[in-house]
C-alpha cells in the first residue's frame, strides 16, 4: 500500500513571492503522482502528473514539481505567486498496476495575502 | 479529457434518508470511482465501480450504505443511505481511462440535518 504526507497543512505566502508546497509518497512499487487544485466550493482539478520521462513536470499557470525518487518526493513549487492561486492543494500518488485508485495526501491550503 | 457531471451538486436531507447521486461521463471510460470529502478533509476512496460486476469497496464502506451501480462505460450512481450527520461530506466521482490521469466531478455537497 502506498501513503501520501503533506507536511504543511497550511502556508501563508505574500503575492509575488516564491512558494514550495512539499509531497512525499511511501510505495514498495512505481508510482504515478499529482497534484489537484481545489478552488473553494468547486471539485478537483489536475494541476500536473509525473508519468514517466523528465523528472520536472510543469503546468501551464506556472506551477512546477520535481520527482525525486530517492527522496520520495514530489514538491510543488511556484516562482511568484498570484491572489487567484489562493486553494487547497492535493498530492496524489497511484501505483502502476491493479485499480489505479488515488491516495491522497492530507493537503495544503495556500493563502496568498495582497 | 473526459467532462464528467455531477448531480445533484448539492443537497439537504433529513436523517435517515438515502439520496442517490449521478455521475455521467461524455465518454466511454474504463474505471469509475466514489471519493467523499468530509469537511476540512482530504479525499477517501469509497469504491471502485466496475461495469457488469459489483462494486470494490474499501476497508470501513459497505455495500448496504453505499449502494454503488455501474449499468454501463459511461455511468455510475451512488447511493448514501440512512443517513446521519456524519454523512454530510462532498461526494466527488472520478474516471480514468488506461494511464490518463483521474478527471473529477464538480462533486456532490451533502448536507445532513
Known amino acids: 500500500a502506498q501513503s501520501v504526507t503533506q507536511l504543511d497543512s497550511q502556508v501563508p505566502v505574500f503575492e509575488e513571492a516564491p512558494v514550495e508546497l512539499r509531497c512525499n509518497y511511501s510505495?514498495?512499487?512505481?508510482?504515478?503522482l499529482f497534484w489537484y487544485v481545489q478552488y473553494p466550493n468547486q471539485g478537483l482539478q489536475l494541476l500536473l502528473k509525473?508519468?514517466?520521462?523528465?523528472?520536472l513536470v510543469e503546468s501551464i499557470n506556472g506551477f512546477e514539481a520535481e520527482f525525486n525518487k530517492s527522496q520520495t518526493s514530489f514538491h510543488l513549487r511556484k516562482p511568484s505567486v498570484h491572489i487567484s492561486d489562493t486553494a487547497e492543494y492535493f498530492c496524489?500518488?497511484?501505483?502502476?498496476?491493479?485499480?489505479?485508485?488515488?491516495?491522497f495526501g492530507s493537503g495544503t491550503r495556500l493563502q496568498v495575502q495582497p | 479529457s473526459a467532462v464528467i457531471s455531477q448531480k445533484p451538486s448539492r443537497d439537504i436531507c433529513q436523517r435517515g434518508t438515502s439520496l442517490t447521486i449521478q455521475c455521467q461521463v461524455d465518454?466511454?471510460?474504463?474505471?469509475m470511482f466514489w471519493y467523499r470529502q468530509q469537511p476540512g478533509q482530504s479525499l477517501t476512496l469509497i469504491a471502485t465501480a466496475n461495469q457488469g460486476s459489483e462494486a470494490t469497496y474499501e476497508s470501513g464502506f459497505v455495500i448496504d450504505k453505499f449502494p454503488i451501480s455501474r449499468p454501463n462505460l459511461t455511468f455510475s450512481t451512488l447511493t448514501v443511505s440512512n443517513m446521519s450527520p456524519e454523512d454530510s461530506s462532498i461526494y466527488l466521482c472520478s474516471v480514468s481511462t488506461g494511464d490518463q490521469p483521474q478527471h473529477f466531478g464538480d462533486g456532490t455537497r451533502l448536507s445532513i440535518l
Open positions: 509525473y508519468l514517466s520521462g523528465s523528472t
Open positions: 510505495s514498495s512499487v512505481s508510482v504515478y
Open positions: 465518454s466511454q471510460v474504463t474505471m
Open positions: 496524489a500518488v497511484t501505483t502502476d498496476t491493479g485499480r489505479r485508485a488515488l491516495t
